[in-house]
């Protein structure tokens, strides 16, 4: 079941890059209406739970507001890691914008010795090396074809963007899951990142 969730997770991704091309929207456009859809089902839904069952009423009440307000935080960092990502699918080819943008475990690796310290393992090096290479070989092949009018590289620097952010969306939340449930979490961040990407857009 769980390589089953896995190989739905990795269609997903590999689908959102071509939905995006399709609805021909600027990037942090067709971010929003991603988010705001998803608010539109999960605030109506965390109320009504959020009254009507007791031991999510008590559980809700008992979360901190330092765990509401990494939950926004990562929500923004999200928004962003959207708007960007979205942008370089319409800016580059969707294969480079998809391999940059899911560049993330490099910075959460980074990040985590950074700021937690907490030293990767030498399998973080090896496979940091690895990335790293083809991502400069990608990016080397799109700067030698300046007239390729897919091969933006300020797509690819867009959707390396979008990686850190998605980094810095997991670094933020790694340790609130501890105090607030699935729904509370993912209906915080939502509305962070709909209020962001809302502000973009304007």
Same mark, same amino acid.
């Given at each position: 079941?769980?390589?089953?969730?896995?190989?739905?997770?990795?269609?997903?991704?590999?689908?959102?890059?071509?939905?995006?091309?399709?609805?021909?929207?600027?990037?942090?456009?067709?971010?929003?209406?991603?988010?705001?859809?998803?608010?539109?089902?999960?605030?109506?839904?965390?109320?009504?739970?959020?009254?009507?069952?007791?031991?999510?009423?008590?559980?809700?009440?008992?979360?901190?507001?330092?765990?509401?307000?990494?939950?926004?935080?990562?929500?923004?960092?999200?928004?962003?890691?959207?708007?960007?990502?979205?942008?370089?699918?319409?800016?580059?080819?969707?294969?480079?914008?998809?391999?940059?943008?899911?560049?993330?475990?490099?910075?959460?690796?980074?990040?985590?010795?950074?700021?937690?310290? +907490?030293?990767?393992? #030498?399998?973080?090096?090896?496979?940091? $090396? =690895?990335?790293?290479? !083809? *991502? /400069?070989?990608?990016?080397? %092949?799109?700067?030698? +074809?300046?007239?390729? #009018?897919?091969?933006?590289?300020?797509? $690819? =620097?867009?959707?390396? !963007? *979008? /990686?850190?952010?998605?980094? %810095?969306?997991?670094?933020?939340?790694?340790?609130?899951?501890?105090?607030?449930?699935?729904?509370?979490?993912?209906?915080? *961040?939502?509305?962070?990142?709909?209020?962001?990407?809302?502000?973009?857009?304007?």
């Amino acid at each position: 079941l769980a390589y089953a969730a896995i190989i739905a997770a990795i269609s997903g991704i590999a689908w959102s890059a071509i939905f995006i091309r399709w609805s021909a929207l600027p990037g942090p456009s067709s971010a929003f209406y991603r988010v705001f859809i998803a608010a539109l089902v999960l605030v109506p839904w965390w109320l009504i739970t959020g009254l009507t069952i007791p031991k999510r009423r008590a559980r809700i009440a008992g979360t901190t507001s330092r765990a509401y307000l990494l939950a926004l935080c990562g929500g923004v960092f999200f928004g962003l890691d959207l708007a960007l990502y979205n942008t370089a699918v319409m800016r580059t080819t969707a294969t480079t914008a998809t391999l940059f943008g899911n560049n993330s475990p490099i910075f959460v690796g980074i990040g985590t010795w950074i700021f937690f310290r +907490r030293r990767p393992q #030498p399998r973080f090096w090896i496979g940091l $090396a =690895l990335a790293t290479g !083809g *991502a /400069a070989i990608l990016m080397i %092949a799109n700067a030698s +074809r300046p007239a390729e #009018p897919t091969g933006d590289l300020t797509g $690819a =620097l867009m959707a390396i !963007g *979008a /990686a850190a952010f998605f980094a %810095a969306y997991l670094l933020a939340t790694e340790h609130v899951r501890e105090e607030m449930d699935t729904l509370t979490f993912s209906t915080v *961040a939502v509305v962070g990142s709909v209020l962001t990407l809302l502000v973009v857009c304007l």
